[in-house]
């Protein structure tokens, strides 16, 4: 397969100099037409210079042409500017049609993209443990503490980060436990305490010699279901990415908790 260049046609600057035509390797060249035919295996730094006037092309029987260095530095040579600003090489093939890699962006920027915590301090004055509910918007991935029909609380949230994990329906809070821990997800330590094995799960894992489990801490734990879906205090990485509880941010599930009772009402909705 040979590849063909346009120098650009009507342009004096790329008429070739007489001093460079004398630098073309004899035999390496042959004229055809108005093609300037180069054999493979021809010096690209003495041999890649426009044509005459009336032609502005050449074709290179060398595979698919890639531009090099050497190259680059003749053409811009004889035409009296440079023709690129680096070297570059011309896809073919697979490569040609290959899509575009996509840079995955950072969690911080993905958490800037959740609103920040709203507290409406005329509303949250008013609540008591006997007047508030609570409603989780799991599209928005929003939690609300409500007085009545108004606002007290609106705050970020991360849910379960698969369909179903966060259950929808009509709940209460069954439990509170301000320093509470999983009975599932923790992980195993030694008897100095050092973990040995963390992200573990009581369902699937067992302990090795000499560990115990440890569950992980949560904070602020409002419990929602008898199998432990519940809102404590965890990290927002932006998009739903827990095992089914509603994590909330540190400084807002202190203030939930201390406006609700076992038995408040609890939505999780879209």
């Not at 070739?16 to 054999?39: C, D, F, Q, T, Y």
């Not at 995955?104 to 993209?113: D, F, G, N, V």
Request: proline share 8%.
């Amino acid at each position: 397969m040979s590849a063909r260049v346009v120098i650009g046609a009507n342009n004096p600057a790329t008429t070739a100099r007489p001093a460079h035509r004398r630098m073309i390797k004899e035999g390496s060249v042959r004229k055809a037409g108005n093609l300037v035919e180069m054999s493979k295996g021809s010096n690209y730094a003495n041999s890649c210079l426009p044509t005459d006037p009336d032609t502005r092309a050449m074709r290179f029987f060398s595979g698919p042409f890639q531009a090099t260095a050497a190259g680059i530095a003749a053409l811009s040579l004889a035409a009296g500017a440079p023709l690129l600003a680096a070297p570059q090489a011309v896809p073919v093939g697979a490569a040609a049609n290959a899509p575009k890699k996509t840079k995955q962006k950072p969690a911080s920027e993905l958490i800037s993209k959740q609103a920040k915590p709203k507290v409406v301090p005329r509303v949250l004055d008013t609540a008591t443990p006997d007047n508030t509910r609570i409603f989780v918007s799991l599209s928005k991935q929003r939690a609300y503490l409500l007085v009545g029909d108004e606002v007290a609380i609106d705050t970020p949230v991360s849910t379960g980060k698969r369909a179903g994990m966060t259950p929808k329906g009509s709940y209460t809070v069954l439990e509170k436990d301000k320093d509470h821990r999983s009975s599932v997800y923790g992980a195993f330590v030694n008897s100095r305490g050092l973990i040995v094995r963390a992200g573990v799960s009581t369902k699937i894992d067992s302990a090795p010699s000499g560990t115990h489990y440890v569950g992980a801490p949560m904070k602020w734990f409002m419990r929602l279901t008898g199998d432990g879906v519940g809102m404590h205090v965890g990290i927002l990485p932006g998009y739903p990415a827990s095992h089914g509880c509603v994590r909330m941010p540190e400084d807002i599930a202190p203030l939930f908790y201390d406006h609700v009772k076992v038995g408040t009402p609890a939505v999780i909705g879209d």
